[in-house]
């Protein structure tokens, strides 16, 4: 079974800066697919960056240039680090993985940027 535990969320100001981790208990298989994702109040959750096992990134417009998702193999950890933070990133942050079609979710962690 697979599970995944956030850590890192917490209250910024505007222009600061957060690192969500996730890690990941189990084995990392190569076409696993890692990410996270946000929902903040009253919307749809959004994905926010994907990573492949081989470091491939995807990212949605609104967080290219400020936001970097990385992973450490070796620990199974899945890193954002978010910086630039507005008060529109404020959410909370899922971290997500993807395996054979299969969704598996964190309980998420919530990040709150203050203007």
């Known amino acids: 079974q697979v599970q995944l535990v956030e850590s890192g969320g917490g209250l910024v100001q505007a222009g600061g800066s957060l690192r969500l981790s996730c890690a990941i208990s189990g084995t990392i298989f190569s076409r696993d697919i890692m990410g996270w994702y946000r929902q903040a109040p009253g919307k749809q959750r959004e994905l926010v960056a994907t990573i492949s096992v081989g470091g491939s990134t995807n990212y949605v417009d609104s967080v290219k240039g400020r936001f970097t998702i990385s992973r450490d193999n070796a620990k199974n950890t899945v890193y954002l680090q978010m910086d630039s933070l507005k008060p529109e990133d404020t959410a909370v942050y899922y971290c997500?993985?993807?395996?054979?079609?299969?969704?598996?979710w964190g309980k998420g962690t919530l990040v709150t940027v203050s203007s």
């Open positions: 997500h993985l993807r395996r054979l079609g299969v969704d598996y």
